[in-house]
Protein backbone atom coordinates (compact mmCIF):
# COMPACT_ATOMS: atom_id res chain seq x y z
CA UNK A 1 0.00 0.00 0.00
CA UNK A 2 1.34 3.02 -0.89
CA UNK A 3 -0.25 5.27 2.18
CA UNK A 4 2.92 3.88 4.22
CA UNK A 5 4.68 6.02 1.83
CA UNK A 6 2.19 9.12 1.95
CA UNK A 7 2.05 8.74 5.78
CA UNK A 8 5.49 8.21 6.85
CA UNK A 9 6.84 11.92 7.18
CA UNK A 10 6.10 13.07 10.78
CA UNK A 11 5.00 16.85 11.37
CA UNK A 12 6.99 17.94 14.57
CA UNK A 13 6.39 21.27 13.85
CA UNK A 14 2.59 21.29 13.68
CA UNK A 15 2.28 19.06 16.60
CA UNK A 16 4.95 21.25 18.82
CA UNK A 17 2.64 23.85 17.75
CA UNK A 18 -0.53 22.53 18.88
CA UNK A 19 1.38 21.66 22.38
CA UNK A 20 2.18 25.37 22.29
CA UNK A 21 -1.69 26.78 21.78
CA UNK A 22 -2.70 23.47 24.59
CA UNK A 23 -0.13 25.07 27.36
CA UNK A 24 -1.59 28.55 26.40
CA UNK A 25 -5.24 27.69 26.64
CA UNK A 26 -3.95 25.51 30.05
CA UNK A 27 -2.06 28.04 31.75
CA UNK A 28 -4.61 31.59 30.72
CA UNK A 29 -7.71 32.77 31.77
CA UNK A 30 -10.19 32.38 28.79
CA UNK A 31 -12.65 35.42 28.71
CA UNK A 32 -13.64 35.37 24.89
CA UNK A 33 -17.13 35.31 25.01
CA UNK A 34 -17.49 32.90 21.86
CA UNK A 35 -15.18 30.91 23.32
CA UNK A 36 -15.42 26.94 25.19
CA UNK A 37 -13.59 23.71 25.71
CA UNK A 38 -14.94 20.78 24.55
CA UNK A 39 -14.96 17.13 26.24
CA UNK A 40 -12.77 14.14 25.73
CA UNK A 41 -15.29 12.15 24.18
CA UNK A 42 -16.05 15.54 21.62
CA UNK A 43 -12.69 16.22 20.67
CA UNK A 44 -12.19 12.42 19.63
CA UNK A 45 -15.35 12.29 18.01
CA UNK A 46 -14.10 15.24 15.72
CA UNK A 47 -10.50 13.58 15.25
CA UNK A 48 -11.79 10.21 14.07
CA UNK A 49 -12.46 8.26 10.49
CA UNK A 50 -15.19 10.07 9.84
CA UNK A 51 -13.59 12.84 8.31
CA UNK A 52 -12.60 10.33 5.46
CA UNK A 53 -16.00 9.55 4.13
CA UNK A 54 -17.78 11.56 1.50
CA UNK A 55 -21.74 12.04 2.27
CA UNK A 56 -23.60 14.99 0.07
CA UNK A 57 -27.21 14.44 0.72
CA UNK A 58 -29.05 13.84 3.88
CA UNK A 59 -29.33 10.61 5.69
CA UNK A 60 -30.80 7.82 3.56
CA UNK A 61 -30.82 10.04 0.31
CA UNK A 62 -27.53 10.26 -0.14
CA UNK A 63 -25.13 11.05 -3.43
CA UNK A 64 -22.14 8.61 -2.81
CA UNK A 65 -22.26 4.48 -1.12
CA UNK A 66 -20.96 3.50 2.07
CA UNK A 67 -23.05 5.70 4.10
CA UNK A 68 -24.57 3.29 6.30
CA UNK A 69 -22.89 4.37 9.45
CA UNK A 70 -22.72 8.18 8.77
CA UNK A 71 -26.54 8.18 8.30
CA UNK A 72 -26.80 6.61 11.56
CA UNK A 73 -24.71 9.21 12.73
CA UNK A 74 -26.32 12.13 11.53
CA UNK A 75 -29.91 10.88 11.99
CA UNK A 76 -29.07 10.89 15.60
CA UNK A 77 -27.37 14.19 15.58
CA UNK A 78 -30.83 15.43 14.46
CA UNK A 79 -32.94 13.39 16.85
CA UNK A 80 -30.39 15.13 20.08
CA UNK A 81 -30.62 18.96 18.91
CA UNK A 82 -34.47 18.52 18.26
CA UNK A 83 -34.71 17.13 21.52
CA UNK A 84 -33.22 19.83 22.73
CA UNK A 85 -34.46 22.43 21.80
CA UNK A 86 -38.09 21.44 20.92
CA UNK A 87 -37.63 21.35 17.06
CA UNK A 88 -39.82 19.48 14.41
CA UNK A 89 -37.09 19.99 11.84
CA UNK A 90 -33.02 20.61 11.97
CA UNK A 91 -30.15 20.21 9.64
CA UNK A 92 -26.74 19.53 11.30
CA UNK A 93 -24.66 20.61 8.35
CA UNK A 94 -23.75 23.45 8.07
CA UNK A 95 -20.01 23.95 8.47
CA UNK A 96 -20.38 27.59 11.01
CA UNK A 97 -22.94 29.90 11.63
CA UNK A 98 -21.93 32.37 9.29
CA UNK A 99 -22.62 29.23 6.66
CA UNK A 100 -25.88 28.66 8.04
CA UNK A 101 -26.87 32.51 8.13
CA UNK A 102 -26.26 32.29 4.66
CA UNK A 103 -28.10 29.10 3.84
CA UNK A 104 -31.04 30.61 5.33
CA UNK A 105 -30.87 33.61 3.25
CA UNK A 106 -30.08 31.81 0.36
CA UNK A 107 -33.84 30.09 1.02
CA UNK A 108 -36.36 32.94 1.53
CA UNK A 109 -34.48 35.52 -0.36
CA UNK A 110 -33.51 36.93 -3.54
CA UNK A 111 -30.82 39.26 -4.67
CA UNK A 112 -31.69 42.83 -3.86
CA UNK A 113 -34.53 41.82 -1.25
CA UNK A 114 -34.66 44.24 2.16
CA UNK A 115 -33.36 42.79 5.39
CA UNK A 116 -33.11 43.85 8.80
CA UNK A 117 -30.68 43.14 11.53
CA UNK A 118 -28.94 44.57 14.69
CA UNK A 119 -26.37 47.36 14.03
CA UNK A 120 -22.91 45.46 14.26
CA UNK A 121 -21.69 48.83 16.35
CA UNK A 122 -24.15 47.68 18.73
CA UNK A 123 -23.70 44.10 18.91
CA UNK A 124 -24.27 42.44 15.66
CA UNK A 125 -22.96 40.08 13.83
CA UNK A 126 -21.28 40.43 10.63
CA UNK A 127 -23.69 37.89 8.99
CA UNK A 128 -26.68 40.23 9.73
CA UNK A 129 -25.91 42.74 7.05
CA UNK A 130 -22.50 44.22 7.33
CA UNK A 131 -21.65 46.14 3.69
CA UNK A 132 -17.82 43.30 4.28
CA UNK A 133 -20.32 40.53 3.92
CA UNK A 134 -22.42 38.73 1.72
CA UNK A 135 -25.31 40.01 3.43
CA UNK A 136 -24.83 43.25 3.16
CA UNK A 137 -23.63 42.50 -1.08
CA UNK A 138 -26.37 40.79 -2.05
CA UNK A 139 -29.23 41.79 -0.19
CA UNK A 140 -30.58 45.83 1.36
CA UNK A 141 -29.89 46.08 4.81
CA UNK A 142 -31.23 48.53 7.18
CA UNK A 143 -30.37 48.24 11.04
CA UNK A 144 -32.21 48.71 14.78
CA UNK A 145 -29.71 49.21 17.43
CA UNK A 146 -29.74 49.95 21.22
CA UNK A 147 -30.70 53.55 22.96
CA UNK A 148 -27.82 55.46 23.75
CA UNK A 149 -29.08 56.01 27.48
CA UNK A 150 -29.97 52.33 28.51
CA UNK A 151 -27.95 50.32 26.33
CA UNK A 152 -31.56 48.33 25.31
CA UNK A 153 -33.24 47.49 22.34
CA UNK A 154 -36.00 50.25 22.17
CA UNK A 155 -38.90 47.57 20.25
CA UNK A 156 -41.18 50.12 19.07
CA UNK A 157 -38.37 51.75 17.33
CA UNK A 158 -37.53 48.15 15.88
CA UNK A 159 -41.50 48.34 14.58
CA UNK A 160 -40.77 52.24 13.20
CA UNK A 161 -38.01 50.86 11.29
CA UNK A 162 -39.51 47.64 10.29
CA UNK A 163 -43.28 49.33 9.13
CA UNK A 164 -40.87 51.95 6.92
CA UNK A 165 -38.72 49.48 5.16
CA UNK A 166 -40.33 46.47 5.00
CA UNK A 167 -37.76 44.17 4.94
CA UNK A 168 -38.29 40.39 4.03
CA UNK A 169 -36.44 39.06 6.53
CA UNK A 170 -35.67 40.47 9.84
CA UNK A 171 -32.83 39.03 12.01
CA UNK A 172 -32.87 39.25 15.61
CA UNK A 173 -29.65 37.39 17.99
CA UNK A 174 -26.37 39.23 18.67
CA UNK A 175 -22.57 38.83 19.55
CA UNK A 176 -22.55 41.30 22.20
CA UNK A 177 -25.92 41.90 24.07
CA UNK A 178 -25.81 41.13 27.45
CA UNK A 179 -29.99 41.42 27.70
CA UNK A 180 -32.31 38.88 26.28
CA UNK A 181 -34.91 39.16 23.92
CA UNK A 182 -38.86 39.68 23.18
CA UNK A 183 -39.13 37.23 20.24
CA UNK A 184 -43.01 37.63 20.97
CA UNK A 185 -43.11 41.19 20.21
CA UNK A 186 -40.44 40.84 17.13
CA UNK A 187 -43.07 38.23 15.91
CA UNK A 188 -45.75 40.44 16.04
CA UNK A 189 -44.11 43.74 13.48
CA UNK A 190 -42.76 40.60 11.50
CA UNK A 191 -46.37 39.63 10.92
CA UNK A 192 -47.61 43.07 10.62
CA UNK A 193 -44.96 43.97 7.62
CA UNK A 194 -45.29 40.11 6.11
CA UNK A 195 -41.71 39.39 7.10
CA UNK A 196 -39.83 36.16 8.04
CA UNK A 197 -38.08 35.88 11.47
CA UNK A 198 -34.87 34.52 11.57
CA UNK A 199 -33.42 34.13 15.30
CA UNK A 200 -29.53 33.74 15.41
CA UNK A 201 -28.80 31.97 18.85
CA UNK A 202 -25.12 31.78 17.92
CA UNK A 203 -23.89 32.95 21.33
CA UNK A 204 -26.96 31.99 24.12
CA UNK A 205 -27.93 28.37 22.65
CA UNK A 206 -26.44 26.38 25.51
CA UNK A 207 -28.66 28.44 27.98
CA UNK A 208 -31.72 28.76 25.99
CA UNK A 209 -31.39 25.39 25.55
CA UNK A 210 -31.74 24.84 29.46
CA UNK A 211 -34.60 27.32 29.45
CA UNK A 212 -32.47 30.05 31.06
CA UNK A 213 -33.61 32.60 28.19
CA UNK A 214 -36.75 33.24 26.77
CA UNK A 215 -37.84 30.62 24.10
CA UNK A 216 -36.86 32.14 20.31
CA UNK A 217 -38.35 28.76 18.69
CA UNK A 218 -42.14 29.49 19.84
CA UNK A 219 -41.64 32.26 17.75
CA UNK A 220 -39.09 32.71 15.52
CA UNK A 221 -40.02 31.34 11.62
CA UNK A 222 -36.39 29.88 11.32
CA UNK A 223 -33.51 29.85 13.95
CA UNK A 224 -29.82 29.49 13.19
CA UNK A 225 -26.97 28.98 15.60
CA UNK A 226 -23.04 28.09 16.01
CA UNK A 227 -22.66 24.88 18.44
CA UNK A 228 -19.08 25.71 19.95
CA UNK A 229 -20.03 28.78 21.99
CA UNK A 230 -22.25 28.44 25.03
CA UNK A 231 -23.43 25.14 23.38
CA UNK A 232 -19.69 23.54 23.78
CA UNK A 233 -19.92 21.50 20.88
CA UNK A 234 -17.29 21.16 17.44
CA UNK A 235 -17.17 24.12 15.72
CA UNK A 236 -19.92 24.16 13.18
CA UNK A 237 -23.73 25.52 13.01
CA UNK A 238 -27.34 24.48 12.56
CA UNK A 239 -30.56 25.59 11.34
CA UNK A 240 -33.88 24.86 13.39
CA UNK A 241 -37.88 25.11 13.57
CA UNK A 242 -40.08 24.26 15.46
CA UNK A 243 -42.88 24.37 12.74
CA UNK A 244 -42.61 23.74 9.31
CA UNK A 245 -44.26 25.61 6.99
CA UNK A 246 -45.36 25.73 3.31
CA UNK A 247 -43.66 28.51 1.82
CA UNK A 248 -44.34 31.54 1.37
CA UNK A 249 -43.11 32.37 -2.37
CA UNK A 250 -45.01 29.94 -4.32
CA UNK A 251 -42.59 27.60 -5.03
CA UNK A 252 -43.87 23.85 -6.04
CA UNK A 253 -42.23 20.54 -5.95
CA UNK A 254 -43.07 18.69 -9.43
CA UNK A 255 -46.64 17.08 -7.69
CA UNK A 256 -47.73 20.75 -7.91
CA UNK A 257 -47.94 21.28 -3.71
CA UNK A 258 -46.39 24.10 -2.40
CA UNK A 259 -43.04 23.19 -1.01
CA UNK A 260 -41.89 23.03 2.19
CA UNK A 261 -39.78 25.42 4.33
CA UNK A 262 -37.70 22.74 5.55
CA UNK A 263 -37.07 21.55 2.16
CA UNK A 264 -35.86 24.80 0.85
CA UNK A 265 -34.06 25.33 3.91
CA UNK A 266 -32.59 21.69 3.40
CA UNK A 267 -31.27 22.38 -0.40
CA UNK A 268 -29.88 25.88 0.14
CA UNK A 269 -27.80 24.15 2.62
CA UNK A 270 -26.84 21.44 -0.07
CA UNK A 271 -26.56 22.22 -2.62
CA UNK A 272 -27.15 25.99 -2.18
CA UNK A 273 -23.83 27.12 0.00
CA UNK A 274 -22.03 23.55 0.37
CA UNK A 275 -20.37 20.45 -0.71
CA UNK A 276 -19.82 17.45 1.64
CA UNK A 277 -21.02 17.65 5.19
CA UNK A 278 -17.73 17.35 7.70
CA UNK A 279 -19.71 14.30 8.90
CA UNK A 280 -16.73 14.11 12.00
CA UNK A 281 -17.87 17.42 12.77
CA UNK A 282 -21.73 16.27 12.59
CA UNK A 283 -20.26 13.33 15.47
CA UNK A 284 -19.09 15.79 17.59
CA UNK A 285 -22.13 17.80 17.51
CA UNK A 286 -24.15 14.54 18.00
CA UNK A 287 -22.18 13.84 21.13
CA UNK A 288 -22.62 17.68 22.26
CA UNK A 289 -25.88 17.69 22.22
CA UNK A 290 -26.13 14.48 23.95
CA UNK A 291 -24.28 16.21 26.44
CA UNK A 292 -26.35 18.95 26.66
CA UNK A 293 -29.39 16.83 27.39
CA UNK A 294 -27.90 15.60 30.85
CA UNK A 295 -28.77 17.13 33.76
CA UNK A 296 -25.49 17.97 34.32
CA UNK A 297 -25.72 20.70 31.85
CA UNK A 298 -28.52 22.57 33.21
CA UNK A 299 -25.82 22.94 36.23
CA UNK A 300 -23.37 24.28 33.76
CA UNK A 301 -25.85 26.52 32.16
CA UNK A 302 -26.66 28.20 35.65
CA UNK A 303 -23.18 28.59 36.45
CA UNK A 304 -22.50 30.45 33.25
CA UNK A 305 -25.13 32.60 34.34
CA UNK A 306 -24.19 32.98 37.78
CA UNK A 307 -20.46 33.31 36.98
CA UNK A 308 -21.35 36.32 34.39
CA UNK A 309 -23.84 38.06 36.91
CA UNK A 310 -21.60 37.83 39.64
CA UNK A 311 -18.74 39.48 37.34
CA UNK A 312 -20.52 41.81 36.09
CA UNK A 313 -21.42 43.23 39.22
CA UNK A 314 -18.17 43.36 40.47
CA UNK A 315 -17.02 45.61 37.71
CA UNK A 316 -20.08 47.96 38.59
CA UNK A 317 -18.91 48.39 42.24
CA UNK A 318 -15.40 48.94 41.12
CA UNK A 319 -16.27 51.77 39.14
CA UNK A 320 -16.64 50.37 35.60
CA UNK A 321 -19.36 50.63 33.10
CA UNK A 322 -21.05 47.66 32.19
CA UNK A 323 -23.09 48.33 29.05
CA UNK A 324 -26.79 48.17 29.97
CA UNK A 325 -25.92 47.81 33.99
CA UNK A 326 -25.42 44.15 33.76
CA UNK A 327 -26.51 40.69 32.10
CA UNK A 328 -29.18 38.12 31.58
CA UNK A 329 -26.77 35.60 29.60
CA UNK A 330 -23.32 34.54 29.85
CA UNK A 331 -21.27 37.90 28.25
CA UNK A 332 -21.18 41.76 29.00
CA UNK A 333 -19.88 44.45 27.01
CA UNK A 334 -17.74 47.22 29.35
CA UNK A 335 -17.26 51.25 28.12
CA UNK A 336 -13.74 51.55 28.96
CA UNK A 337 -14.05 55.33 28.07
CA UNK A 338 -14.87 56.65 31.81
CA UNK A 339 -11.54 54.61 33.04
CA UNK A 340 -9.46 56.59 30.36
CA UNK A 341 -8.49 53.32 28.34
CA UNK A 342 -9.19 51.99 24.95
CA UNK A 343 -10.16 48.69 24.17
CA UNK A 344 -6.95 47.89 22.12
CA UNK A 345 -4.94 49.08 25.02
CA UNK A 346 -7.01 46.73 27.82
CA UNK A 347 -6.51 43.99 25.20
CA UNK A 348 -3.00 43.75 24.96
CA UNK A 349 -2.37 44.76 29.07
CA UNK A 350 -4.35 41.37 29.69
CA UNK A 351 -2.58 39.91 27.35
CA UNK A 352 0.50 40.29 29.16
CA UNK A 353 -1.66 38.65 32.10
CA UNK A 354 -2.42 35.60 30.47
CA UNK A 355 -6.11 36.84 30.48
CA UNK A 356 -7.87 36.51 27.01
CA UNK A 357 -10.76 38.99 26.12
CA UNK A 358 -11.79 41.09 22.85
CA UNK A 359 -11.39 44.29 22.22
CA UNK A 360 -14.95 45.65 21.27
CA UNK A 361 -16.75 48.53 19.96
CA UNK A 362 -19.44 49.83 22.46
CA UNK A 363 -22.63 51.30 21.32
CA UNK A 364 -22.03 55.05 19.51
CA UNK A 365 -18.26 54.00 19.99
CA UNK A 366 -16.14 57.31 18.71
CA UNK A 367 -12.87 54.96 18.03
CA UNK A 368 -12.09 53.46 15.08
CA UNK A 369 -12.75 48.97 14.88
CA UNK A 370 -9.26 48.77 15.42
CA UNK A 371 -8.85 50.35 18.54
CA UNK A 372 -13.06 50.51 19.79
CA UNK A 373 -13.78 51.89 24.02
CA UNK A 374 -14.60 48.84 24.80
CA UNK A 375 -13.77 45.25 25.78
CA UNK A 376 -16.22 41.99 25.64
CA UNK A 377 -16.10 39.08 28.59
CA UNK A 378 -17.97 36.12 28.79
CA UNK A 379 -17.57 32.92 31.36
CA UNK A 380 -18.86 30.05 29.36
CA UNK A 381 -14.90 28.80 29.33
CA UNK A 382 -13.82 29.54 32.55
CA UNK A 383 -17.03 27.75 33.90
CA UNK A 384 -16.27 24.98 31.69
CA UNK A 385 -13.09 24.65 33.56
CA UNK A 386 -14.76 24.74 36.89
CA UNK A 387 -14.75 28.38 38.19
CA UNK A 388 -16.95 29.81 40.69
CA UNK A 389 -18.82 33.15 41.84
CA UNK A 390 -15.47 33.44 44.11
CA UNK A 391 -13.28 32.95 41.28
CA UNK A 392 -15.20 35.82 39.26
CA UNK A 393 -14.35 38.21 42.24
CA UNK A 394 -10.60 36.96 41.88
CA UNK A 395 -10.13 37.72 38.45
CA UNK A 396 -12.11 41.01 38.36
CA UNK A 397 -9.87 42.00 40.78
CA UNK A 398 -6.77 40.83 38.83
CA UNK A 399 -7.85 42.78 35.95
CA UNK A 400 -8.67 45.83 37.57
CA UNK A 401 -4.89 45.70 38.75
CA UNK A 402 -3.72 44.91 35.77
CA UNK A 403 -5.36 47.91 33.81
CA UNK A 404 -4.02 50.66 36.49
CA UNK A 405 -0.85 49.04 35.71
CA UNK A 406 -1.25 49.14 31.95
CA UNK A 407 2.15 50.27 31.62
CA UNK A 408 4.32 48.20 34.62
CA UNK A 409 5.65 45.08 32.77
CA UNK A 410 6.94 44.31 36.52
CA UNK A 411 3.48 44.08 37.83
CA UNK A 412 1.67 42.34 35.05
CA UNK A 413 4.13 39.46 35.34
CA UNK A 414 3.64 39.24 39.22
CA UNK A 415 -0.15 38.89 37.92
CA UNK A 416 0.26 36.28 35.22
CA UNK A 417 2.58 34.09 37.83
CA UNK A 418 -0.21 33.80 40.00
CA UNK A 419 -3.01 32.99 37.69
CA UNK A 420 -0.82 30.41 36.16
CA UNK A 421 -0.60 29.10 39.28
CA UNK A 422 -3.95 28.94 40.13
CA UNK A 423 -5.64 27.38 36.30
CA UNK A 424 -3.09 24.53 37.09
CA UNK A 425 -5.49 23.53 39.45
CA UNK A 426 -8.41 23.08 36.49
CA UNK A 427 -7.49 20.44 34.44
CA UNK A 428 -8.28 21.10 30.64
CA UNK A 429 -8.31 18.28 28.29
CA UNK A 430 -5.05 17.47 26.16
CA UNK A 431 -5.22 15.50 22.78
C1 LIG B 1 -20.37 33.70 16.19
C2 LIG B 1 -21.57 34.18 15.46
C3 LIG B 1 -21.82 33.80 14.13
C4 LIG B 1 -20.81 33.14 13.24
O1 LIG B 1 -20.33 31.95 13.59
P1 LIG B 1 -19.06 31.35 12.83
O2 LIG B 1 -19.10 29.93 13.22
O3 LIG B 1 -17.88 32.12 13.33
O4 LIG B 1 -19.28 31.54 11.37
C5 LIG B 1 -23.02 34.18 13.56
N1 LIG B 1 -23.91 34.91 14.22
C6 LIG B 1 -23.68 35.33 15.49
C7 LIG B 1 -24.72 36.16 16.17
C8 LIG B 1 -22.50 34.99 16.14
O5 LIG B 1 -22.27 35.44 17.38
Redesign the pocket.
Known amino acids: MNSTATHSYKDTTIFNLIEQEYKRQLHGIELIA ?1 ENFVSEQVMRAMGSVLTNKYAEGLPKKRYYGGCEVVDEIEQIAIDRVKELFGAVWANVQPH ?6 AAVMLAVLKPGDKILGFDLSHG ?5 GSPVNFSGKLYQPSFYGVEPETGLINWDKVEEIAMREKPKLIIC ?3 AYSRDWDYARLRAIADQVGALLMA ?4 PSGLIAKKLLNDPLEYCHII ?1 T ?1 T ?2 TLRGP ?3 LIMMRKDFENPFGLKNPKGELRMMSELLDSAVFPGTQGGPLEHVIAAKAVAFGEALEPSFAEYAQQVRKNAQTMAQEFIRRGYKVISGGTDNHLMLIDLRSKNLTGKLAQETLIKADITINKNAVPFDDKSPFVTSGMRLGTPAITTRGLKENDMLQIVEWIDEALQNHDNDTKLNQIREKINLQMQKYPLFAY
Do not use: F
Open positions: SSGAQANGHLTHGASDISHTTHKRGG
